[in-house]
């Protein structure tokens, strides 16, 4: 472009538009049509297009959003004993054509909603807080969510020890006796030895009344390098489970009662089809109830057991360099570890600016959609 | 009368031509201005008093165009030079000025049709509508500021046209 080209004033503009708009004739009659038309009714293409059609992925995911909370909400404030009496009614009112299919299908929600974490605290925050052994490891149960019932808690914990070399096998030893001892067992053992250094993995199952004492226990036979427990209260999903199994079994004898008073045989098999069908549902129920008691009357510990690796062995060491490779080579260790530090060190302010850049691209997107009929 | 229909009447013509200018075509102007005013009147109960209600009502214009321009328009052609020859008063400048004024407003059309259609419209609503930089502003919901760039941005491309360049000379 060339730099002696003039830019036009105001007034040469504003009388070359005027020329340009004043060429175009205006409809006599234009005023008047569009008062008459708004004195109508007439609505602009616009409106009419927004209120029938206008975003309707807005208003599918405001729905969506609006279904999935009300449905938590329902799930979360409906209690367990509620849902409990419930179920009781409907198999005890009900035929046994409608408990057959009934019960089988609220098992499942019942069960998974009314599990409970245990003090809401994850296991990470626990593992947190005894990593380096300052503090015994504790489980306590929470609060029963039905009043009147046995608290019933899924105690699990882990463990890591190093034991000094050489007590690897005595320190085994102890494990099992430990077990043994609080009435448990060990329920998977499995070890290794990389070297000189043997390890193994021991899984203990010990009854919850005596989870601590044994946690505390195997504490003592080493240095704690890793902590982890947890308990989940499964209080209102062991009652559920048992209030349904007693209502398919009053169930089940009810339809035993109603197959003797059968006298056709269409009547027979029909009473027999749905007594099969209560039966596997009860026989599943029951298969919960004592995989979960089970769970619940034995906690499990799982104890990661090693000998420290001998000098030399853990850390394997680069022959000595010197001259330009070594300067190479602290300077890419350095590099990584600045690097490193920069990163550890910076992770909240990290977070920060991501949640800041990601508020301002959706408010700019919002801005640009909300905008988008203006220039 | 209202003060909305008031403005119909007196600034119709004006508001027309504006429509005009920015959408090149008179058919679409006319439903612009239609579709404009009728938002205006289904919403009148949120128009402001007084002079922020010139902007305010650019404001609606500008946008029917140019929610037209881009859900209709594109699909078809839309230009259609207006004739104003034929229709001039008989008192007016002779035939050959006519042909004179005829041929400057066409490049002027044609170098505004160059221009983008966010520079066309500050350009238009500046220079025709007589909107100041401010109510420019408030009609296409930017920042003076930002009106204020766009506006010479827009003075830099019609001056490097060389429809306008000519039309210029032609006037001076």
Redesign the interface.
């Known amino acids: 472009?060339p730099t002696d080209?003039?830019?036009?004033t105001?007034a040469?503009?504003?009388?070359?538009?005027?020329?340009?708009?004043?060429?175009?004739?205006?409809?006599a009659d234009?005023?008047a049509?569009?008062?008459a038309?708004?004195r109508a009714g007439?609505?602009?293409?616009?409106?009419a297009r927004r209120a029938s059609t206008g975003a309707p992925w807005l208003r599918w995911a405001a729905a969506i959003v609006v279904v999935v909370a009300l449905a938590a909400a329902a799930v979360n404030l409906v209690p367990s004993s509620a849902r409990r009496s419930a179920d009781d009614s409907d198999t005890s009112a009900a035929s046994g054509d409608s408990n057959a299919s009934g019960v089988g299908e609220k098992a499942q929600p019942g069960v998974a909603s009314t599990t409970v974490p245990a003090g809401g605290a994850p296991p990470s925050e626990e593992a947190t807080g005894l990593a380096g052994g300052d503090a015994p490891s504790e489980v306590a149960p929470p609060p029963a969510q039905v009043p009147g019932a046995r608290p019933r808690v899924v105690k699990t914990g882990s463990l890591e020890v190093e034991v000094r070399r050489g007590r690897f096998d005595v320190t085994v030893n102890r494990l099992t006796t430990l077990a043994a001892g609080a009435g448990g067992f060990v329920a998977d053992s499995r070890s290794s030895e990389v070297g000189r250094s043997p390890s193994g993995t021991f899984t203990l199952r010990v009854p919850s009344a005596r989870f601590e004492q044994v946690l505390t226990e195997v504490r003592r036979l080493g240095t704690v390098k890793v902590s982890s427990s947890s308990g989940e209260d499964v209080t209102a999903q062991f009652t559920d489970l048992e209030a349904r199994i007693t209502s398919l079994t009053a169930t089940r004898d009810q339809l035993r009662t109603l197959q003797t008073e059968a006298r056709t045989i269409p009547d027979i098999l029909a009473v027999q089809d749905r007594l099969n069908g209560v039966q596997v549902e009860l026989e599943q129920l029951q298969g919960q109830r004592k995989l979960l008691e089970d769970k619940a009357s034995f906690g499990t510990l799982t104890v990661l057991v090693r000998e420290p690796l001998p000098a030399g062995v853990d850390e394997p060491r680069d022959p000595p360099r010197s001259g330009f490779a070594k300067a190479w080579h602290d300077a890419v260790d350095g590099f990584t570890g600045g690097i490193q530090r920069l990163i550890s060190g910076s992770g909240s302010f990290l977070v920060v600016l991501l949640c800041l850049v990601a508020i301002l691209l959706a408010a700019r997107a919002a801005w640009r959609v909300a905008?988008r009929?203006?220039? | 009368m209202d003060e909305l229909e008031r403005w119909l009447q007196e600034d119709y013509a004006r508001a027309y031509r504006t429509a005009c200018l920015m959408m090149r075509n008179p058919a679409d102007a006319e439903d612009a201005v239609q579709e404009a005013f009728l938002r205006a009147w289904r919403f009148r109960a949120s128009l402001p008093d007084g002079p922020a209600a010139r902007p305010w009502l650019y404001r609606v214009l500008v946008n029917a165009c140019h929610s037209r321009l881009r859900a209709e328009i594109p699909r078809r052609d839309r230009t259609a030079p207006a004739t104003g020859v034929d229709r001039r008063p008989a008192d007016g400048p002779g035939p050959a000025e006519a042909v004179e004024a005829d041929h400057r407003a066409s490049a002027v059309r044609g170098a505004l049709d160059d221009l983008p259609d966010h520079l066309r419209a500050v350009v238009v609503l500046r220079y025709w509508s007589g909107l100041s930089e401010a109510e420019i502003a408030t009609a296409i919901r930017r920042r003076p500021g930002t009106v204020k760039s766009r506006l010479h941005e827009a003075r830099r491309r019609l001056a490097a046209h060389p429809a306008l360049d000519a039309a210029l000379a032609e006037e001076a």
């Open positions: 472009m080209v003039r830019e036009p105001d040469e503009l504003e009388a070359l538009l005027a020329e340009a708009a004043g060429a175009q004739p205006v409809p234009g005023a049509k569009v008062l038309a708004a007439a609505r602009p293409p616009g409106v905008g009929r203006f220039i």
